[in-house]
């Protein structure tokens, strides 16, 4: 599966943005697709992932303020950033997790920008 990733930019401490990743195959078929980032010198970290039944689940630092949402129709997943903070600035990655036979696999969008000036 590809993912196509978007909507990063540069906003101001406090503003918005909200990224959208649309897949290649239907997301019926995801069992999980979500958002990781990674900032410099940092590991890449889970931000927001939503599974095939629609639960969701957040990184403690975001909680409140993301929120992630799939629309089947569109084979697309966003995540809309409120309350954005310097300490979100990072690369944002679109994540698709799907169960192959007996492996669970792990597919990557190209990153998207996401900067936030304090």
């Known amino acids: 599966v590809q993912l196509q990733a978007s909507g990063g930019g540069l906003v101001q401490a406090g503003g918005s943005l909200r990224l959208s990743c649309v897949a290649s195959?239907?997301?019926?078929?995801?069992?999980?697709i979500g958002w990781y980032r990674q900032a410099p010198g940092k590991q890449r970290e889970l931000v927001a992932v939503?599974?095939?039944?629609?639960?969701?689940n957040y990184a403690d630092s975001v909680k409140g303020r993301f929120t992630i949402s799939r629309d089947n129709a569109k084979n697309s997943v966003y995540l809309q950033m409120n309350s954005l903070k310097p300490e979100d600035t990072a690369v944002y990655y679109c994540?698709?997790?799907?169960?192959?036979?007996?492996?669970?696999?792990?597919?990557w969008g190209q990153g998207t920008q996401v900067t936030v000036s304090s």
């Open positions: 195959r239907s997301t019926f078929s995801i069992n999980a």
């Open positions: 939503i599974s095939s039944g629609g639960s969701t």
């Open positions: 994540n698709a997790a799907i169960a192959e036979g007996w492996k669970m696999n792990n597919y």
